[in-house]
């Protein structure tokens, strides 16, 4: 009897099983591509607003009238500046965007690599370890959640910036952005520490892993090769839910004067400028905080939809 060998059953590593899943939910493919789009624009913005011929400093006095307002409506709409102008500068609020998408995204990015990098191994270690390791690690997350994170950071910005710039960092925004990037880090990996010390507690009872301890292998083996391969998926989730809540933040801060000023475009420095503008320019205020909505949206829906790829057998998972 011959084998039929047009059936062939071709296996598919975890990865692709992910991504066909992932591909079913139509929401967060429309969100990534969203994201990826504002991602490009951001890497490409000297080129994109030199294309449309837009700059984001350029005081274009002759779209405002004498008390600083646009002269066209709809906060000065028109076909050289799509989204209008600025009320008292008269700069192209579309530039200003994508230029301010660059910040949200580099301080954003950043922290949340750092953050997960100290999270992740200090969470394995104190699971793996136990003991003194696990009480002095899990101490220390104690006494940083107990801090009231916002308002220390709004006390020692004054103190840190400076003290940033006295050792080597560029003054001005990138002091700045280094000040929050490194407050971000400071509080922020507590919270993937606790749920990686959870996981290294569970995978350090399996049988791989004592198989690995009876040969004598070092704690950097086993944190490294045995437990963290086993935690990828928890990691790229917290990973890509904590982007855009550090967006939010970025722009939380410098709408409170904390991060970046002008003439370096900022969507926190924009939505506080816009306050003033409020009653005369509404447009001002809403251009700019529908777009932080729809990306930190994006972003949000993005992590969902890899939660769910990731792991199949959640509740919401489930439902779809």
Request: net charge positive; charged share 15%; with cysteine.
């Amino acid at each position: 009897m011959s084998l039929d060998t047009s059936l062939v059953i071709e296996g598919k590593s975890p990865a692709q099983l992910a991504w066909i899943r992932f591909r079913k939910d139509k929401v967060a493919i429309v969100a990534l591509v969203f994201s990826l789009i504002i991602v490009i624009l951001a890497l490409l913005a000297p080129w994109v607003c030199a294309l449309l011929n837009i700059d984001p400093y350029s005081l274009n006095k002759t779209t405002i009238d004498s008390v600083g307002l646009p002269n066209a409506p709809f906060g000065g709409m028109s076909r050289a500046h799509p989204l209008g102008v600025e009320p008292g500068t008269g700069r192209d609020i579309l530039a200003r965007l994508i230029y301010g998408t660059r910040v949200s995204l580099i301080v954003a990015l950043i922290a949340t690599f750092i953050t997960t990098l100290i999270g992740v191994v200090l969470g394995i270690w104190a699971g793996y370890k136990r003991g003194i390791v696990d009480g002095i690690i899990g101490r220390t997350i104690d006494l940083l959640l107990a801090f009231p994170s916002l308002l220390l950071i709004i006390s020692l910005a004054p103190v840190m910036q400076p003290r940033l710039v006295a050792m080597g960092f560029p003054e001005g925004n990138p002091a700045r952005m280094t000040y929050i990037i490194l407050i971000l880090s400071l509080f922020g990996w507590t919270y993937i520490a606790r749920i990686m010390r959870g996981q290294a507690l569970s995978l350090r009872e399996r049988e791989f892993v004592a198989a690995a301890q009876a040969s004598g292998a070092k704690t950097s083996y086993m944190i490294f090769k045995e437990i963290l391969p086993n935690l990828w998926a928890p990691i790229i989730v917290y990973a890509s839910l904590t982007v855009p809540g550090y967006i939010a933040i970025e722009a939380t801060f410098s709408f409170l004067g904390l991060g970046v000023v002008a003439p370096t475009a900022s969507w926190g420095g924009m939505l506080a400028d816009s306050v003033r503008y409020f009653r005369s320019d509404p447009a001002y205020l809403f251009i700019p905080g529908t777009a932080l909505f729809l990306l930190v949206l994006a972003f949000n829906l993005v992590g969902d939809g890899l939660r769910d790829a990731l792991d199949p057998k959640g509740e919401r998972a489930q439902k779809v």
